[in-house]
T-cell receptor, first 116, second 113 residues
Framework: DAGVIQSPRHEVTEMGQEVTLRCKPI?????LFWYRQTMMRGLELLIY????????DSGMPEDRFSAKMPNASFSTLKIQPSEPRDSAVYFC??????????????FGEGSRLTVL | AQSVTQLGSHVSVSEGALVLLRCNYS??????LFWYVQYPNQGLQLLLK??????LVKGINGFEAEFKKSETSFHLTKPSAHMSDAAEYFC???????????FGTGTQLKVEL
């Protein structure tokens, strides 16, 4: 398996623009997670899905952020409009149902977003 | 709610020296604890985990950690540091019904010649 695939790896945009980050989880994994990593706040869980359904979005910072998972093999995280404080590395991770509590998350390599 | 605290945001050791990265947890239930490693420009990967059973757990690359309930600790150690160990290390605990992995703030390990 190719692992969790994220795109783009790097994105530079201007304030006010829409940003869409994409994730392809590992085939067969039931859970998908979106994390954000910054120097100031560390790793924060934004939202997670189970079988394509959003379960907990309490970490989403504000209405400018939205996430979807239209099918088991694809998820997007959208920021509209983007602001400089959204600059961060965004990680997608997945795992299987069998690994609840005991299992590991498989992380993608991240999407580094810079908002000017 | 479960949480973890990592003491020391930066640790520097000489190659061949002992590595000790500290993690303390807070949990109202028996915790499931993890150490993840992040190499530059990469995602996180699992080093080792404690769920139940043996309190000394071994992971990849010669790392191990010991769960000490009396001290609410889960410190990560490696007897002899290698240059390739330079990375950021995150302690984590499971909460939220088993679905939420809460990470510590991370410890950047530097290995010097």
């Amino acid at each position: 398996d190719a692992g969790v695939i994220q795109s783009p790896r790097h994105e530079v945009t201007e304030m006010g623009q829409e940003v869409t980050l994409r994730c392809k989880p590992i085939s067969g994994h039931d859970y998908l997670f979106w994390y954000r990593q910054t120097m100031m706040r560390g790793l924060e869980l934004l939202i997670y899905f189970n079988n394509n359904v959003p379960i907990d979005d309490s970490g989403m910072p504000e209405d400018r952020f939205s996430a979807k998972m239209p099918n088991a093999s694809f998820s997007t995280l959208k920021i509209q409009p983007s602001e400089p404080r959204d600059s961060a590395v965004y990680f997608c991770a997945s795992r299987s149902l069998a690994d609840t509590y005991t299992g590991e998350l498989f992380f993608g390599e991240g999407s580094r977003l810079t908002v000017l | 709610a479960q949480s973890v605290t990592q003491l020391g945001s930066h640790v520097s050791v000489s190659e061949g020296a002992l590595v000790l990265l500290r993690c303390n947890y807070s949990s109202s239930v028996p915790p499931y604890l993890f150490w993840y490693v992040q190499y530059p420009n990469q995602g996180l990967q699992l080093l080792l985990k404690y769920t139940t059973g043996a309190t000394l757990v071994k992971g990849i690359n010669g790392f191990e950690a010991e769960f000490k309930k009396s001290e609410t600790s889960f410190h990560l150690t490696k007897p002899s540091a290698h240059m390739s160990d330079a990375a950021e290390y995150f302690c984590a605990v499971v909460g939220g019904g088993g679905n939420k992995l809460t990470f510590g703030t991370g410890t950047q390990l530097k290995v010097e010649l």
